[in-house]
């Protein structure tokens, strides 16, 4: 139901337009954030789980990404 989420989506996508945000960035922030997780959730969290969390990453990044690229093309 990613309507749901479309407000959010919106504010973030403009966020990141504000803040040159790029689709080069996302691995570099899915590289701290699943070890993040990891840390935090110690031994609750397994490669199953930690698998779900990087697919959910990923799939919201792939969303933000596709945003991001049609605000910046309507910027330029």
Not at 22 to 51: F, S
Not at 60 to 72: C, G, Q
């Amino acid at each position: 139901k990613l309507d749901a989420l479309k407000p959010a989506i919106e504010r973030i996508a403009a966020r990141h337009i504000a803040t040159h945000i790029r689709p080069e960035h996302y691995p570099a922030v899915a590289n701290a954030l699943l070890p993040a997780i990891e840390d935090v959730l110690g031994d609750a969290v397994d490669e199953r789980v930690l698998a779900a969390w990087g697919e959910a990453y990923w799939f919201l990044a792939d969303v933000l990404i596709s945003r991001e690229k049609t605000l910046y093309a309507e910027a330029a």
